[in-house]
């Protein structure tokens, strides 16, 4: 997926850039404002972050020209909370609306959001295999040696998790900063009484030492 | 009955008429008194000298009660007109013509006073909004430098799993949510007066609107080792997502301000009543004093809580949550255990214009 930053406040521009490649998108920042609408169009990306407040034209009359020749998907960005820009974002052919300063998940669900509504997104890797054990993220179940353990929200997210950075050492606190990203509120203790339940399920099942303790650290599996 | 109160309404009364016009008669009788006098000595009739008098005195009574009524006329309309008129200071304007010089001047006079006071209170609305849009604009242009920061901080944080830095950035990240806080509250105040201006009903969801606000304090009540249950299945309301995610904001601030000393916990819940939703954000805090209950919506009201726990509690947040919710037709309420807890309660009424099937669409 190939996205498009227009954003002419350059220390924005390019961490919005970073966060993009880390959510694993190809991200690309307009350096020149010009003539956006056209670069716009050159470039073709798969979706394209629109500030409103740009130096030369303003967000809104580049949308309409983009609109003119090009479907591709625009999420206006901008640090006006007006309901009337909203509304003219909307208007002038905008997919969507984010107000600065945003919560970067938050940013990133709107992105995923659109792509889903317009793009046809491929799979998602719903199944994350490591030693013989295999997640099953849309059935939210383990499985092992074609034996099914059912997994509570909490455990499940937690386990995507360290499954998705297996081999690596993951503190607590990223866990808990990732679980809240992901719509689970708990706190280090709630943390805790989790991993116990996923260990006591993990040995009934028959999987010894799946998941390591590092004293200080935290999790690695 | 006092001249004050005379005055306001606008009512002539005749018996402050009458005494009003004391010297009138008085010149009036004696001049009369000295004219038959004078006749009766020159010679003229006794009859004669009554008869002037009868009709000189019916004809001042004649006068006296018209005068009476043209005035009471007269002050009558200009009652009706400051009763009626929202902007009473616009008088002088719309005072009735009048043929009587006294009059005339009169309305000259308040006239270019009342000018004088529009002068005052344009110049002051006119401040007053360059004030509000300077604000405004203030507010905009340093959300870009908290948005950079706040991007710098999550990358950062992304870039390994272990960094000494870590807990800095963290840090660093939960005052800059500080800040955007205190920015958000002075663009809503600035803004509370004049919703009307600034909103866009649509069907919101206040699942999503609560998981928002929580996940924008999330350094904030993650250091502060706290727990959030959020669940607001049947919470599909018609309103402005962008105020009620301030307002959720403020509540959850205050419980977090307020929390337990073990296993602090706050849950957001929605359920149907009646013809709306209720939101509920309810904690396990400290709670509020039955007696200090029905104020904590005043504005700069710090309770024994405030004062103790927090000296920074400004007695605004839950003062605009009261003043936005007002504005969007929401009902709020608290309700307290002192020392167990309290809840805030948000009443979203769902009118009979949009429950029907018609108005599926999110977009007004």
């Known amino acids: ?221 | 009955m006092n001249e004050r109160e005379m005055c306001a309404a606008g009512r002539l009364h005749p018996g402050e008429f009458l005494k009003d016009k004391i010297p009138v008669f008085l010149l009036q009788a004696s001049g009369m008194m000295a004219l038959c006098v004078f006749l009766w000595l020159t010679g003229y009739g006794k009859g004669g000298c009554v008869l002037i008098l009868i009709c000189r005195g019916l004809a001042a009574v004649v006068w006296t009660l018209a005068e009476y009524r043209n005035r009471k006329q007269y002050f009558s309309q200009m009652g009706q007109v400051l009763d009626k008129v929202d902007q009473r200071f616009l008088l002088g304007e719309l005072m009735p013509p009048s043929f009587r010089l006294e009059d005339r001047m009169y309305r000259e006079m308040i006239r270019k006073s009342n000018k004088s006071v529009i002068e005052r209170i344009r110049r002051m609305e006119g401040e007053q909004q360059e004030y509000r849009e300077y604000i405004e604009s203030w507010v905009h242009e340093i959300k870009a430098p908290i948005t950079s920061i706040a991007l710098m901080c999550e990358n950062d944080r992304n870039e390994g799993p272990q960094r000494a830095d870590d807990e800095r950035i963290r840090r660093i990240a939960l005052e800059n949510q500080k800040v955007e806080n205190a920015v958000d509250m002075v663009l809503y105040y600035a803004r509370s007066d004049e919703v009307y201006k600034d909103y866009a009903i649509r069907e919101t969801d206040l699942q999503a609107v609560a998981e928002e606000a929580v996940l924008k304090n999330k350094y904030y009540l993650i250091q502060n080792q706290m727990q959030v249950e959020v669940d607001c299945a049947p919470g599909t309301v018609y309103t402005d997502g962008k105020w009620i995610l301030f307002i959720l904001n403020q509540l959850i601030l205050n419980s977090a301000q307020y929390r337990a000393r073990e296993n602090p916990h706050i849950w957001i819940t929605a359920e149907k009543y009646g013809h709306g939703v209720r939101l509920a954000v309810k904690d396990n805090g400290a709670g509020i004093q039955k007696e200090e209950l029905p104020r904590i919506f005043e504005k700069g009201f710090t309770g024994t809580n405030g004062r103790c726990q927090n000296d920074k509690a400004t007695g605004m947040g839950l003062y605009l949550c009261r003043k936005l919710c007002g504005k969007l037709g929401i009902g709020i309420r608290a309700e307290s255990e002192y020392g167990r807890g309290a809840e805030v309660i948000l009443d979203f009424p769902v009118s009979s214009f949009v429950q029907g099937d018609t108005v599926k669409e999110r977009d007004i």
């Open chain 1, 1 to 221: 997926m190939h996205i498009l930053i227009v954003e002419d406040e350059p220390v924005i521009r390019q961490e919005m850039k970073l966060l993009l490649e880390n959510a694993l998108y190809q991200a690309t920042a307009l350096e020149e404002f010009e003539d956006v609408a056209a670069e716009v169009l050159d470039i073709a990306p798969d979706l394209v972050l629109l500030d409103v407040n740009l130096p030369g034209e303003a967000g809104f009359d580049v949308c309409a020209k983009i609109r003119s020749a090009s479907d591709v998907p625009i999420i206006f960005v901008t640090s006006r909370t007006d309901s009337m820009d909203e509304l003219t974002g909307l208007m002038k052919g905008g997919d969507d609306y984010i107000t600065k300063p945003f919560q970067a998940p938050i940013l990133l669900a709107h992105i995923a959001a659109v792509l889903k509504r317009t793009v046809r997104e491929e799979k998602e890797l719903l199944r994350i295999a490591h030693k013989d054990v295999e997640l099953d993220v849309a059935r939210g179940c383990l499985i092992f040696r074609g034996q099914d353990v059912e997994l509570t929200k909490n455990e499940l997210k937690i386990l995507h998790y360290l499954f998705l950075n297996k081999g690596k050492i993951v503190s607590r606190r990223n866990l808990i900063d990732y679980l809240w990203d992901n719509q689970v509120f708990i706190d280090d203790n709630t943390l805790s009484v989790n991993m116990t339940r996923i260990r006591a399920k993990l040995e009934q099942a028959g999987v010894h030492e799946f998941i390591t303790t590092k004293r200080g650290l935290g999790y690695f599996i």
